[in-house]
Each structure stands twice: as C-alpha cells, then as structure tokens.
C-alpha cells in the first residue's frame, strides 16, 4: 500500500491535501458531532437495558442459557442487514444507524454484566450478609463495585466498536464521519478518506482513556496500595487487564 | 409492511436463480472471497497466536505479547468502510486491495484468542507433559493448543463473521457477492432487492454462527466441553 501511496505522490496527487482540510472544517466538525452521537447514544441505551437484564440473569440463572443465545445471535447480525430491514421502519435516519448499533452494544455488555457479577466471591457475599447487609444495599455496595472492572472493560469493547461501525450508516447517508468515506470513495479522492479514518480511531481511543478514566476514578481500592507493594500491585493489574480484554472477547 | 412483502416475493421471481446476478452465483461468489480471506487470516494469525503462547519466558516474549493484545484491540477501532476506499482509492478496484482490509479486520480476534487460549493454559498441566518426555513441539500441540481450543474457536468465529459481513460491505467498492442486491439495490432505490440481499447476508452470517457452535460441540475434547459451554 505505501507503494501505492508514493506512485500517488508521484503522480502530483498527494495523499493528503491539507488545504481542502482547512476549507472543509465546518463539515468536518458537524459529521464528527453526528458521528459522536450516533456511537454514543447506543452505548448509553445499550447500558440502561443491559444493568437490569445482567442482573436478572445473575439472579435467576435458569434466564442466563436463553438470554446468551439471544445475545449471541444479536452479535452475529451483521450491521448493514440490520440498517437495511429497519430502513421501512425508520427510514434513512440516524434511528436506523442507532438501532442495530444498540443490539450490538446489548451483545456486548449484558454477558460483561453477568460475569461482572459472578467474579463476586461467595465468601465476599457472604460477609456483607453476616454484616446485616440487605440485598440492596449489599448489591449496590458491594457486588456492583466488585463486579465494575469487567462491566467497564464490556463498555470499552461497545463504545469503541460502535464508532467504528457507525461509519457503515454512510452507505444509507448517516454515517457521520464515514460520509467522508463515500465521498473519498465516489471522487477518487483520499484526502477524506484518510481524514476520516484519523478522526473516527482518535475518537475511539480518547473515548477509551476517558472510559478508562472513570474507571479509575470509580475503583479507588484499586489503587490504595502504595509505596513499596504499589509497583507489584501494578504489575498484577496490568496482567489482570491483559486477561480481561480477550476474556471479553470470548463472551462474545 | 408492503416492503416485506416485496423483498420476500423477490426472491420467488425466477431471474433471480440464475445468471451472474442470480443468489446461486452470487452466493458462490461471497463464499469464495469470505474463505479466501478467512484461510489467509488463519494462515497467519494461528500459527503466531500458537507460537507467542507457547513462549511464556523471556522478557521478549511478554514484550511481543503485551503487543499482541494492545494492537488487537486498538485494531477494533479502525472503521472497515474507511479501510476498505482507502485500498481502492489507493490502488484499484482488484481483489487483493480488497481482500487486505478484510483480513486486516479478522486477524486481530484470532490472533489474541489463539494466544491468551494458550498462555492460560494451566501451568501444572504444562509440566505434567514435560515430565512426560514431550517435547515443546509435542507440547503445544498435544496439550496447549487442545485446551485452548474453545477460545480459539471462538476467535475463528469471531473473524469469520465479521468476514463475512465485512465482505457484503465491501460490494461498495465493487466486490461481488451477496453485497451487490444490497449496494446496487440502494443506488437504483429498488428496496426489494436491497432487502433481499440484507437477508441472505444475515441468513449467511447465522449459517457461519451455526457451523462454528456445532464445530465447538463436536471438536472440543469431552472433559473441557463443560467448560467451553459455559
């Protein structure tokens, strides 16, 4: 490809034109806007349903078997099919982008949700009940706060495939950024293209150093270890994230 | 509901059983890209994935492994349609500059599968079977790569159905197969055989799924199956 990329150079066509850039930054910033909203609406969505189902299933584990095959079919439908069926629904809207994308984000996090749940362990439980702890009060407390790396790491894979996958609404004409995409594509052009790309995998990744950010900010037991057991302690952690990032891929 | 009707009597009309743009053809032809990139993708990823598992020790080891997971899943962020007009816009609408993003797409989930399977094997196990006399070689492949299976086989599945849906996306810069009802359906506003189109794909995607569960039931050795179902 880079191959390619210089015989482009050397046809006098560069790769990147930053002058249509400057020209363009209005669009630009309204396509990143629709771009933002259409990931992150699902995700938000996707979370309201996702908390209660995962709890339901958690408690009442004869739910867990046909939610999971429910939500692994959901995770095979493929975007674009999806778009496609709902267009006599909702019409070429960004509802229709939204849709599919929530389904997808639903797949994701409701597994995340139930594992979260389950690496609560029993004797933990079992204190926070010799302690007097209601149900309530023990979930919202104690097993919720246990249970949060693992639904944060489901909400990091959601959110950052979700913008990625919206740019597959531009085929419709809601794609945010990814109408950056088609237009590149339909004028033999590649200074939107690679625009697009940049800013869709920026947006990805500051979405998932904020994600990781209140992650941070909501487990401070996770970082109460400091001095000479912090180094350690880190060490640990980082090998547990190695860990649960694939492990989430396979709840998939 | 008068679209439903129309996508499902679409695919009642005989002109669409046979010709270059019949399902039968067109059907062939998504299954022939899909495999071709599914075979590259396991070409390169699953050896790798099985070697880096299987070489725990070493600072080098870890180093490329860290690598391996962080890259994976900085890959996840990267848009397919982007990739896919960047290739074609690039070079040509051929099938190599196509083929490229779908394996690109497909080989991270295997690639980490593979190896995480691997190195989470558990360690007594590992040195029960050096005890044994196996070699590393014997190692990796009698022991490590069977336990691992059941998340290598879902690395696979992972990666073969985004192939395949990947590959009806990529109808928008030419490709054939089953993305051209829905990519040609749209731009000539014939909602009928978009429709039809979105349901073989999805019909597509549902088969992979199928093969890959019934692949998990019957390739996964009986003592870890308790396991892999859960």
């Known amino acids: 490809m880079s191959r390619a990329a210089l015989l482009a150079a050397a046809d006098g066509e560069p790769l990147i034109r930053w002058d249509w850039i400057g020209r363009n930054l209005d669009e630009i910033g309204s396509l990143l806007r629709d771009h933002l909203i259409m990931s992150i609406v699902p995700v938000v969505l996707g979370l309201a349903v996702a908390l209660p189902a995962g709890l339901a299933c958690a408690q009442w584990r004869r739910l867990y078997a046909p939610v999971t095959a429910v939500t692994s079919a959901l995770y095979a439908l493929p975007a674009i099919a999806v778009f496609i069926v709902l267009i006599p629904f909702t019409g070429l809207t960004r509802t229709t982008v939204m849709i599919p994308l929530t389904l997808y984000t639903l797949s994701v996090l409701i597994p995340s949700v139930v594992d979260g749940l389950r690496s609560v362990p029993e004797h933990v439980r079992l204190s926070a009940v010799a302690m007097g702890y209601g149900p309530a009060r023990r979930l919202a407390t104690v097993e919720l706060p246990i249970a949060l790396p693992v639904v944060m790491s489901g909400l990091r894979i959601a959110t950052v495939s979700n913008i990625s996958l919206v740019s597959v609404g531009a085929l419709l004409g809601q794609g945010g950024l990814g109408m950056l995409f088609t237009d590149g594509a339909n004028r033999d052009f590649t200074t939107p293209i690679i625009v697009g790309i940049v800013l869709s995998v920026a947006l990805a990744l500051v979405a998932d150093a904020l994600l990781l950010l209140v992650q941070w900010l909501l487990t401070p037991w996770s970082r109460a270890g400091r001095g000479r057991g912090a180094r350690a302690e880190r060490r640990a952690a980082a090998a547990g994230h190695a860990d649960a990032a694939p492990v989430e891929e396979a709840a998939l | ?230």
């Open chain 2, 1 to 230: 509901m008068n679209a439903i009707w129309d996508a499902i009597r679409w695919f009642f009309q005989s002109a669409q059983w046979s010709g270059p743009d019949g399902i039968p053809h067109r059907l062939l032809e998504h299954l022939e890209y899909s495999g071709l990139a599914f075979a590259i993708t396991v070409v390169l990823a699953l050896p790798l994935g099985l070697v880096l598992g299987h070489q725990r020790r070493g600072r080098l080891a870890s180093a490329l492994g860290f690598l391996v997971v962080g890259g994976a899943n900085g890959a996840r962020a990267l848009p397919t349609l982007g990739l896919l007009t960047l290739a074609v816009t690039l070079t040509s609408s051929d099938l190599v500059p196509i083929l490229l993003p779908l394996v690109v797409l497909a080989v991270p989930p295997v690639l980490v599968n593979t190896y995480t399977g691997v190195q989470q094997v558990e360690p007594g196990l590992r040195d029960a079977a050096e005890g044994m006399g196996m070699t590393g070689r014997q190692v990796l492949l009698k022991v490590e790569a069977p336990v691992a299976l059941p998340l290598i086989l879902l690395g696979l599945r992972t990666a073969a159905i985004q192939i395949v849906s990947t590959a009806a996306i990529a109808a928008f810069v030419g490709l054939g197969g089953l993305g051209r009802y829905i990519i040609d359906g749209l731009k000539r506003q014939e909602y009928a055989t978009t429709a039809g189109g979105a349901i073989l794909v999805i019909l597509l995607a549902f088969a992979v799924q199928l093969c890959f569960s019934v692949l998990a039931r019957t390739a996964v050795s009986p003592g870890l199956r308790r396991s892999a179902s859960s």
